[in-house]
């Protein structure tokens, strides 16, 4: 659909090349994804594969920057965005454009840096503050 690769093993290392394509065929739970997956993306993705997506150009960059509105508008409501530079699943540049496109257009914004945590470390620290912005918002 985006022009990704042309086979598995192009994008995937062996020997998630052989069986990631089938995880994702609607009838695995996600308990059952994650238990056949590496735990990071550079023992799933190939290097080759991880430059492209973080360097997108030509065609898939502009199919990625059409699908690119998350943040393009403005929201009624303040909103709070939680992050961590330490957060080697997603970039911290995600956030910090999120952030560019609410300021520019004119939204209540903040983000907050968690730290130098691990993605699923970030969600634990930055759970608590979540809930916390709910409740004071009451």
Request: hydrophobic share 35%; glycine share 4%.
């Amino acid at each position: 659909m985006y022009g990704l690769y042309d086979t598995p093993g192009q994008a995937f290392r062996a020997p998630y090349d052989k069986t990631v394509e089938s995880l994702f065929d609607g009838n695995h739970e996600a308990s059952e994804i994650a238990a056949a997956l590496p735990t990071t993306s550079k023992e799933l993705f190939t290097d080759e594969f991880l430059q492209k997506v973080r360097n997108p150009t030509g065609e898939l960059r502009q199919k990625l920057k059409a699908l690119d509105t998350t943040c393009a508008w403005r929201p009624e409501v303040a909103v709070h965005l939680f992050h961590a530079r330490g957060d080697k699943d997603v970039a911290f540049a995600n956030s910090l454009h999120c952030q560019r496109q609410l300021t520019a257009n004119s939204a209540d914004q903040q983000l907050t840096d968690i730290g130098d945590f691990d993605h699923s470390t970030t969600v634990l620290k930055a759970l608590p503050q979540v809930v916390r912005q709910f409740d004071a918002a009451r």
